[in-house]
């Protein structure tokens, strides 16, 4: 049996999380922290990281594309070229530049830091980066919705990757304006309703609630 590193509220290793849910992958879930894990499976002490019977591998990205060749069906990635490149494009999209923002300025500041760090949070300081610097990532993608999924017709790593980062977001109590953005309002909704999804966000929902009061 596989084993996956690496804490449940952490997008990347939800990325992962999600892909095995789709395609029905079993493993065994050891939720370290940063730091905790194995050097021999994550060389940069990051998570995820994932040990099979072939060996270790770290990185969401290069988890899951492995597990898309591991069991192709159902896919996650397109088959023609131009669409599997918008795909990675926009789970690249999700894993940087939503990540950049919803990261460490908004989740990492009002939950993990006081959370788990004993460190105090400036709700001024959260409110400013959603006030200017979400707005220009949630329009950009506004833009690019034209039908259920990113790309395409079907659901890929590109949507995995944008409404990971969203559930962290969530967790810390923002939400897209559905007034400004009616289109990314709904899908973040449409992928979050998947089972792969709202699997783990109702366990990070619970773990957050046992750590509200620290
Ligand atoms: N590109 C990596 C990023 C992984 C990452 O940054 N994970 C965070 C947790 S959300 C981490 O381990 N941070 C600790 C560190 O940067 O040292 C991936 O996709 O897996």
């Known amino acids: 049996m596989a084993t996956l590193y690496g804490v449940g509220g952490s997008p990347f290793v939800r ?79 999700g894993d940087s530049a939503l990540l950049g923002v919803f990261g460490p300025k908004i989740f990492f500041k009002k939950i993990i830091g006081p959370r788990f760090m004993g460190q105090q949070f400036d709700p001024a300081e959260i409110q400013k980066a959603w006030d200017e610097e979400a707005p220009p990532l949630l329009e950009y993608l506004e833009s690019q919705l034209a039908g259920d999924w990113l790309v395409g017709k079907s659901f890929s790593i590109g949507d995995i990757g944008v409404a990971t980062q969203f559930a962290n977001l969530h967790q810390a109590g923002y939400r897209t304006d559905a007034k400004r953005w009616p289109k990314l309002a709904a899908y973040v909704e449409r992928v979050h309703a998947r089972p792969s999804f709202t699997t783990l966000i109702a366990e990070d929902d619970a773990f957050l609630a046992l750590t509200e009061q620290r």
Request: net charge negative; aromatic share 12%.
């Open 15 to 93: 990325k992962v999380r999600v892909v095995c849910a789709e395609k029905n992958i079993p493993y065994d879930h050891e939720p370290v922290f940063p730091g905790q894990v194995d050097r021999k499976i994550s060389p940069l002490g990051k998570v995820p990281g994932w040990k099979d019977e072939r060996g270790p591998l770290s990185d969401s990205s290069i988890i899951c594309a492995y597990l898309e060749g591991v069991k192709p069906e159902p896919a996650l990635y397109p088959r023609d070229p131009y669409e599997r490149a918008r795909a990675l494009w926009f789970e690249e999209y």
